[in-house]
């Protein structure tokens, strides 16, 4: 024993500590009896009273960056407590040269006395020749249990992650956890509403802002608060205030998420070890996405149609409460740059034109304009052209047999695709045996230089047609499937005017050319061209 610490009185802090991460059964290793144990130990040793004591709940050993642990050492550099007693060095830390970092140099400098009860360890005690060996070897197997754990939880997870299960703390808003099993998501009914309302709201052309501003001012709470008023304890960085409120950006970030229309995206982040807990985002290819994992809230087509919406430069006047009927829609048939809504006051009275922003900017393309007024009137008509056509095609679809005609495609195309297949593959071989001619003086580097580029050619050539025929091939079988795109113009065939929402669910964008010609170019047009050839060939093998 030190001489010169015989009589000293020692203010101890018991450190508690308890992470399932690292594996620790609450049964042995709970917060209670860890306490209950080291209150034992006290009153088996009267030179040591109790100062203090700290508890990390929740957090793993591989780090020190732990709260409890930093305010014991702030108490330590104060001179409050210089004595410091753990259950046993795993519940200290797991980390192999930091524990041993301050156990064997730290503590000893500030004369801080280290106990851990249960490895038999006491730095005020005279040292074994054991003791510098042990206690290194024992925080070794502490850090390499941890580090087989962590490999262990990560592999598990990614399992999860892969069947569908939901991960996350809390559920998204408008989902709850399954009552039965807290990694399945189940609607919830009045929170859906909301998100519905948002998605309907964004279609008709209100900004992210005023819906955040009316749902404010209608009193429905913001998804954080609205979790806390089921009694959830949760907390963000994002919030401002006292009370979390809805903003443009949480409405923003809420019309982005796919998990609405079933799909679920996890793993987008992780810890780059089990000792670095600082989180690092993950590449795109890296997600674990499943689709059709849960039930939807907003249609597919509805979320792509808000997703194309929020892709386009659309501002509202500060008059207006809501952005103009075509806003980021039309575009200069010329030179492909956007038409703009500008003003202008003639009479007495105010009009509205659309203007190239490219001849605004820099006068790169003429100054064509046209009347709002005009433009509305065309458009409508030829929205209406294009209705009853996809309604025609909706009966010839009901009676014509086309589904031959599709089967004998997808066959014709997909032979091609072998074919090419084989070729790219025998090409392939033919690069692979080039260097082994060389090598055997069959043929000299000029010639192999010269083969061997003129076959990657042809393979680069082969692949890039296979991936043509493989994207046709995709579609061929999608139509044969997915005419759904059909009853969404049904939908509008007796309209009367147009509105927002009919604009952004029927057509992709509004071409307006120097000449005056006007062209709507609609959603799903490729399809509609698809099944426009498919019906004309089904109706000449019947005439023949």
């Not at 409890?68 to 980390?95: H, P, Q, W, Y």
């Not at 000893?108 to 206690?135: C, H, Q, W």
């Not at 490999?151 to 956890?177: H, S, W």
């Not at 680069?460 to 999608?478: G, S, V, Y």
Request: hydrophobic residues 35%; contains cysteine; charged residues 30%.
């Amino acid at each position: 024993m030190n001489p010169i610490n015989i009589n000293k009185v020692w203010r101890a802090t018991l450190y508690l500590r308890l992470s399932r991460e690292d594996g620790d059964k609450e049964e042995s290793n709970s917060i209670a009896g860890q306490r209950s144990l080291l209150r034992d130990y006290l009153k088996q040793h009267p030179d040591i009273q109790e100062y203090a004591v700290q508890i990390d709940d929740g957090w793993s050993g591989s780090t020190f960056e732990r709260p409890s642990f930093k305010k014991m050492m702030e108490d330590v550099k104060a001179g409050k407590t210089n004595c410091i007693i753990v259950k046993d060095l795993s519940r200290f830390g797991r980390n192999y040269l930091d524990a041993g970092e301050y156990i064997e140099k730290i503590f000893p400098f500030m004369g801080i006395r280290f106990i851990a009860v249960n490895d038999n360890y006491d730095s005020f005690r005279e040292k074994n020749t054991s003791d510098d060996l042990i206690v290194p070897f024992k925080n070794l197997i502490n850090e390499a249990y941890c580090r087989d754990i962590s490999v262990k939880i990560r592999t598990q997870l990614e399992v999860k992650r892969k069947n569908g299960q939901f991960l996350g703390a809390f559920a998204t808003y408008g989902y709850l956890k399954d009552p039965q099993d807290k990694n399945r998501l189940i609607v919830d009914v009045y929170a859906a509403s909301v998100v519905q309302e948002i998605f309907r709201r964004k279609i008709e052309g209100e900004s992210p802002q005023d819906i955040a501003d009316r749902l404010n001012g209608d009193g429905i709470l913001s998804p954080l608060e609205y979790k806390r008023s089921l009694g959830m304890k949760c907390s963000t960085p994002l919030q401002t205030g006292l009370r979390a409120s809805w903003s443009a950006a949480s409405i923003i970030r809420l019309l982005k998420n796919p998990l609405y229309i079933g799909t679920l995206t996890q793993g987008r982040a992780t810890t780059p070890s089990y000792k670095v807990h600082k989180r690092v985002n993950r590449a795109e290819n890296e997600w674990t996405v499943i689709e059709d994992n849960h039930e939807a809230i907003i249609s597919r087509r509805d979320f792509d149609t808000v997703q194309k919406i929020l892709s386009w430069d659309t501002r509202r006047s500060p008059s207006e409460t809501a952005v103009s009927l075509f806003s980021g829609m039309v575009f200069c048939g010329d030179c492909g740059a956007s038409m703009v809504r500008k003003p202008v006051s003639a009479g007495g009275k105010r009009y509205f034109y659309y203007v190239c922003s490219a001849n605004k900017q820099n006068k790169s393309c003429s100054p064509h304009r046209i009347r709002a007024e005009e433009l509305e009137s065309a458009v409508f008509r030829l929205l209406q052209e294009h209705i009853s056509a996809v309604v025609d095609l909706d009966y010839m679809l009901s009676v014509s047999d086309t589904a031959p005609l599709r089967t004998a495609e997808a066959v014709k195309v997909q032979r091609q695709l072998d074919g090419l297949k084989a070729e790219y593959e025998r090409l392939q071989k033919l690069i692979m045996s080039l260097y082994e001619n060389l090598t055997d003086g069959i043929i000299d580097k000029a010639e192999y230089l010269r083969l061997k580029q003129s076959f990657t050619g042809r393979a680069n050539e082969a692949e890039k047609q296979m991936d043509t025929l493989q994207e046709r091939l995709t579609k061929i079988k999608d139509h044969v499937t997915d005419t759904s795109w059909i009853e969404e113009f049904k939908k509008y065939r007796s309209i009367t005017a147009l509105d927002r929402t009919v604009v952004v669910k029927l057509i992709d964008r509004i071409m307006v050319y120097e000449d005056g010609t006007i062209e709507v170019l609609p959603r799903w047009r490729d399809e509609y061209t698809w099944q426009i050839g498919i019906v004309k060939q089904a109706n000449l093998k019947e005439a023949v």
